[in-house]
């Protein structure tokens, strides 16, 4: 079992309470697992709770960035978890391709399409488990229509944690990630409406790995028609306009951009908002 680091909150100690006997009392778990800090905290009190019969399993699709593939492996790994790669197609479903405003309930139908037959074969009593927490049920989140639809379990939302209390979890238990950025998944860095392709997918990793190796961490690059618009969190905006003073990469971090296909390439002033696309939408 992990052992607490630091100190927690009474409720939040009671919450992770209730998460770990809400896991243990299954037969095994199928943990709908990306890699991101809160499927990250539910997969860890899966392995600790269930051991070999814990399994995490992580849709790989386009709209995977290849560094997250690669974290969600190397932490599966610093856990014991047993961790298994699937192959997913939503960009062969025109309900998710074309890009209207519920298009990750046709990412997670699909997700959980696959998952199904893993988790019925595991035997009686096997269930899918996401790291949905109490945040994500008052945003726009379509994809959470289809994993109840598909029977999926969220145990952090039904103990009441949020993203606040899930960095707090993963740093109390010695999760080396507990700070990590949040990242959804390429497809959302295209306005609604905007079709969606492999080759666009793969243009905006590759234009955020370019900002990734020069040292930033939490930045999206936002592609609308031929144009990139980059958003750095507030510290880090001020540090590339800083930057961008220097001679030589300002022209530099264009012509880079260029190279990958965009016509313009701009930096937003407001710095990142998480689902800041959102704002089209009507209900929102």
């Not at 992990?2 to 939040?12: C, I, K, Q, S, V």
């Not at 990412?107 to 399409?113: D, I, S, T, Y």
């Not at 990139?228 to 971090?253: F, K, P, V």
């Not at 880079?256 to 390439?265: I, Q, Y």
Request: glycine content about 8%.
């Amino acid at each position: 079992m992990f052992g607490l680091l630091e100190r927690l909150p009474a409720p939040l100690e009671q919450a992770l309470s209730q998460v770990r006997a809400a896991l243990a009392e299954h037969r095994s778990v199928v943990v709908a697992y990306s890699g991101g800090v809160d499927s990250a905290l539910v997969a860890a009190l899966a392995v600790e709770q269930l051991g070999e019969r814990a399994l995490a399993i992580t849709g790989v699709s386009p709209a995977l960035a290849p560094h997250l593939r690669a974290e969600a492996a190397q932490q599966a790994q610093w856990l014991g978890l047993r961790h298994r790669e699937l192959a997913t197609a939503e960009l062969a479903d025109p309900a998710y391709a074309s890009n209207p405003g519920d298009r990750c309930y046709a990412c997670k139908r699909e997700l959980h399409r696959l998952i199904a037959p893993i988790a019925s074969a595991a035997g009686p009593g096997a269930v899918v488990v996401d790291g949905v927490n109490v945040d994500d049920l008052g945003d726009h989140r379509p994809g959470l229509l289809a994993a109840r639809e598909a029977g999926v379990s969220s145990p952090l939302a039904a103990a009441g944690i949020d993203k606040a209390g899930v960095r707090q979890l993963s740093r109390a238990l010695g999760l080396p990630w507990w700070d990590k950025p949040a990242q959804p998944c390429l497809a959302s860095r295209f306005p609604y409406g905007e079709p969606i392709t492999a080759a666009r997918l793969q243009r905006v990793a590759a234009a955020e790995a370019l900002l990734r190796q020069r040292g930033y961490r939490d930045l999206r690059v936002r592609s609308q028609g031929e144009t990139a618009r980059i958003e750095l969190a507030a510290a880090e905006l001020h540090q590339l306009l800083a930057a961008l003073q220097q001679e030589g990469l300002h022209q530099e971090l264009v012509q880079a951009f260029l190279e990958l296909g965009f016509t313009a390439v701009s930096l937003d002033l407001e710095g990142l908002v998480s689902g800041k696309l959102n704002r089209s939408l009507p209900s929102i």
